[in-house]
């Protein structure tokens, strides 16, 4: 495949088998698993299945050969390795658990990261143009030093795709230059990736039907589902019973305090705040139940943003507050000397605090 002097080739649609050219080589060859025969379906089930199971025991894609740290494809078979791809969504969709969804995707995003480090600039922008119609290009007007930003990006791609809430991303602290935003191929890699994961994301939860032949495909659901139960309940687990309000790390008092006093706190306060309260279990309704004294509170904007964050809109993703490190850095840190040593997150503030008090209540009992 030769477009604008770029080389894609079939080994790259193996290694970036969500890209805009293996949509259309897929559609292509147009065929379904039923018209193969039994033996290269099977190998093709094989391969999804190996995908899920990877992305459940290790958090990444990892070939079978597990003295590679890096991805590698199998060239000898690219059309399975190509196929499984599409078939270890539907595979991951019909397991319909968003926490598994999350973590297929994320893990399929890290092993074509890999991939893109090694790729020359070129191919690098011509996925992000093609595949997520992003404004990309290489900065080849930069003074020596700029040297290292090797491409630039426009302000909505840029901004629509930052991967996360910490000082490195915020457009303050990024070099801008002719209306662009100057990017290290880390960076724009980085960017890719959180892309990559959203469009993995998005295809796993998206309605579609289903083409893969259901009593075939049992077999490695129920593969899946066994490998899953495990982590899942290990999971589950991390969540405390009850929600412990005195479990709460003291950054997080003194924001629900200030919302109660009706102090107007800052837009990444209340990021933060949600974000906490959802991730240990709260409703949207009781973390909008909190808000309400805020002064400018308007229900069905603070509805919007907070089912956001627990991912039931948009990208579907449930957001984390920030770690301390960046609660420091927005000025949200209330750092006490005895309660907050060794901590690294707010939630790991709240677990450990939720857990030992559980634990304690069990000795009582006895
Ligand atoms: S150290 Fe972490 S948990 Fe403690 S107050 Fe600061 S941000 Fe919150």
Avoid at 245 to 266: Q, T
Avoid at 339 to 345: F, T, W
Wanted: glycine fraction near 2%.
């Amino acid at each position: 495949m030769l477009r604008n002097s770029i080389i894609f080739t079939l080994e790259d649609i193996a290694k970036y088998p969500f890209s805009k050219d293996a949509v259309e080589y897929i559609r292509s060859i147009d065929i379904t698993l039923r018209d193969l025969d039994e033996y290269l379906r099977e190998q093709i089930f094989e391969k999804s299945y190996r995908r899920v199971a990877s992305a459940i025991e290790e958090k990444r894609i990892v070939s079978r050969q597990r003295a590679y740290l890096e991805p590698r494809i199998d060239i000898e078979n690219l059309d399975i390795e190509i196929l499984s791809f599409p078939v270890a969504i539907l595979l991951v969709k019909l397991m319909d658990d968003p926490l598994l969804a999350s973590r297929y995707s994320i893990a399929e995003s890290k092993r074509a990261a890999a991939f893109l480090k090694r790729e020359n600039d070129e191919k690098i922008i011509y996925l992000a143009t093609t595949t997520f119609n992003w404004n990309v290009s290489l900065n080849s007007d930069i003074t020596s030093r700029y040297k290292a930003y090797a491409f630039m990006i426009d302000f909505p791609s840029y901004l629509k795709n930052v991967p996360e809430y910490s000082p490195k991303w915020k457009l303050v602290n990024r070099i801008l230059y002719k209306g662009n935003v100057l990017l290290t191929k880390q960076d724009l890699v980085r960017l890719m990736e959180e892309a990559i994961k959203d469009r993995i994301l998005q295809q796993v939860l998206k309605r579609q039907n289903f083409q893969l032949p259901e009593d075939a495909a049992a077999k490695w659901v129920n593969k899946i589902e066994e490998k899953w139960k495990k982590y899942r309940s290990r999971i589950s687990l991390r969540k405390p019973v009850k929600l412990s309000e005195d479990a709460y790390p003291p950054c997080i008092v003194s924001l629900i305090e200030d919302v109660k006093a009706g102090k107007n706190i800052s837009h990444a306060g209340r990021f933060v705040l949600a974000a906490f309260l959802i991730n240990i279990g709260m409703s949207p309704d009781e973390v909008l139940e909190i808000f309400k004294s805020s002064p400018d509170f308007n229900e069905s904007i603070a509805r919007y943003q907070i089912e956001h964050i627990a991912g039931l809109r948009g990208s579907r993703i449930r957001y984390s507050p920030f770690k301390c490190e960046n609660m420091k850095s927005y000025g949200l840190c209330r750092y006490d000397d005895v309660l907050c040593k060794g901590i690294k997150h707010p939630l790991q503030f709240y677990y450990k605090r939720a857990s030992r008090r559980r634990y304690g209540d069990k000795i009582h009992e006895n």
